[in-house]
T-cell receptor
Framework: NAGVMQNPRHLVRRRGQEARLRCSPM?????VYWYRQLPEEGLKFMVY????????ESGMPKERFSAEFPKEGPSILRIQQVVRGDSAAYFC??????????FGQGTRLTVV | EDQVTQSPEALRLQEGESSSLNCSYT??????LFWYRQDPGKGPEFLFT???AGEEKEKERLKATLTKKESFLHITAPKPEDSATYLC????????????FGKGTRLHILP
């Protein structure tokens, strides 16, 4: 059973461009979490999704950020019109029940 | 508001020197408390889930314990390969509650 797959592993975007981060959960997992991590800091919750539903997006900025987890295909975290402050590591985790969550290796976004 | 506080922020130990990491939490009912290990440049690796006060889990040199207000991760006779950041996370007992993390303890084991 493959683990949580995130791609790309590294993403460079110019200011004003869009960033699309993909997360394929483990087989049989219908719960997905997205977190953001800055160097030397903990994981900051962004959004919690179940298939086709956003359960909790309280950690996600209201503007420029959106997330989806469609019935088929990976979960997508989209950041529009990126700014330098969006540079960070973004981690996705999946869970079969919404409790124990298993993480991918992350996408490191650099905005230049 | 649900909160997780880990201490110390960083810890340096000699190989073989046992110690404990602390995770204090404030949550409206506890569904689960989780421990993870994170190596530089990698995603967190799941270690343990604890559900109720008094519960203990063990894995190799690590043992996690839980009380009503805090959890401890005990490291017995650590080796250099145990060096990592250890993260604690909690999930409240309400349905559909998110998992929130502490800032972690950076552990360095000297050979």
């Amino acid at each position: 059973n493959a683990g949580v797959m995130q791609n790309p592993r590294h993403l460079v975007r110019r200011r004003g461009q869009e960033a699309r981060l993909r997360c394929s959960p483990m087989k049989g997992h219908s719960h997905v979490y997205w977190y953001r991590q800055l160097p030397e800091e903990g994981l900051k919750f962004m959004v919690y999704l179940q298939k086709e539903n956003i359960i909790d997006e309280s950690g996600m900025p209201k503007e420029r950020f959106s997330a989806e987890f469609p019935k088929e295909g990976p979960s997508i975290l989209r950041i529009q019109q990126v700014v330098r402050g969006d540079s960070a590591a973004y981690f996705c985790a999946s869970s079969p029940t919404g409790a124990e969550a298993f993480f991918g290796q992350g996408t490191r976004l650099t905005v230049v | 508001e649900d909160q997780v506080t880990q201490s110390p922020e960083a810890l340096r130990l000699q190989e073989g020197e046992s110690s404990s990491l602390n995770c204090s939490y404030t949550v409206s009912g506890l569904r689960g408390l989780f421990w993870y290990r994170q190596d530089p440049g990698k995603g967190p690796e799941f270690l343990f889930t604890l559900y109720s006060a008094g519960e203990e889990k063990e894995k190799e040199r690590l043992k996690a314990t839980l009380t009503k207000k805090e959890s401890f991760l005990h490291i017995t006779a650590p080796k250099p390969e145990d060096s990592a950041t250890y993260l604690c996370a909690v999930q409240a007992g309400n349905r559909d509650d998110k998992i929130i993390f502490g800032k972690g303890t950076r552990l360095h084991i000297l050979p």
